[in-house]
């Protein structure tokens, strides 16, 4: 068990819908990160916050937004979705912006139909 | 630009047999390299990294690693698997500039046989 916590684990949506992905970081880890892991597209990063800030973004969708709140647990909204979103989304922490000592969350597998 | 390759993308062996998940990347800075474990159905689990210091790196579970600067490369080896080390392991470099973005590999299925 890593500390890092994903609900839900699994999420059924149709094409169209909006769904809110939270992850509740280790104790003390201020920085989160979004990964998505798809068939074709792999693993890929999405989104950092530290502290409650936008520290680093990657490959992320503009339908996608993300946000971490004072008590350091981070959304990820994923909205007017596609088949293609069907994805592992992971999230992982870290106690500082270094993404070197991040430990990763279960996931929660997307499917969009 | 920086990338991540992982040579194999599927490694069938016998069990109690050695074996080496290969991967290359490419940066033109320092790099931070992992190697991590997904089982089926599971998150990411880290086995090893290099950060700095000495290149052979060990890790969990018997697996061990070498970063070859020269070479680019950052392969991981066991001298000896178990049917329980069937899993997706993934190769996955941090730019030492940077520190925030993690770039992973596609991935190598690793099936072990009785």
């Known amino acids: 068990d890593s500390g890092v916590t994903q609900t839900p684990k699994h999420l059924i949506t149709a094409t169209g819908q909006r769904v809110t992905l939270r992850c509740s970081p280790r104790?003390?880890?201020?920085?989160v990160y979004w990964y998505q892991q798809s068939l074709d597209q792999g693993l890929q990063f999405l989104i950092q916050?530290?502290?409650?800030?936008?520290?680093a973004k990657g490959n992320i969708l503009e339908r996608f937004s993300a946000q971490q709140f004072p008590d350091l647990h981070s959304e990820l909204n994923l909205s007017s979705l596609e088949l293609g979103d069907s994805a592992l989304y992971f999230c992982a922490s870290s106690a500082t912006g270094q993404a070197t000592e991040a430990f990763f969350g279960q996931g929660t597998r997307l499917t969009v139909v | 630009a920086q990338s991540v390759t992982q040579l194999d993308s599927q490694v069938p062996v016998f069990e109690e047999a050695p074996v080496e998940l290969r991967c290359n990347y490419s940066?033109?800075?320092?790099?931070?390299l992992f190697w991590y474990v997904q089982y089926p159905n599971q998150g990411l689990q880290l086995l090893l990294k290099?950060?700095?210091?000495?290149?052979l790196v060990k890790g969990i579970n018997g697996f061990e690693a070498e970063f070859n600067k020269s070479q680019t490369s950052f392969h991981l080896r066991k001298p000896s698997v178990h049917i329980s080390d069937t899993a997706e392991y993934f190769c996955a470099v941090i730019e030492g500039t940077g520190g925030f973005k993690t770039i992973f590999g596609a991935g190598t299925r690793l099936f072990v046989k009785a």
């Open positions: 940066s033109s800075v320092s790099v931070y």
């Open positions: 290099y950060l700095s210091g000495s290149t």
């Open positions: 104790s003390g880890d201020l920085s």
């Open positions: 916050y530290y502290n409650g800030e936008e520290r």
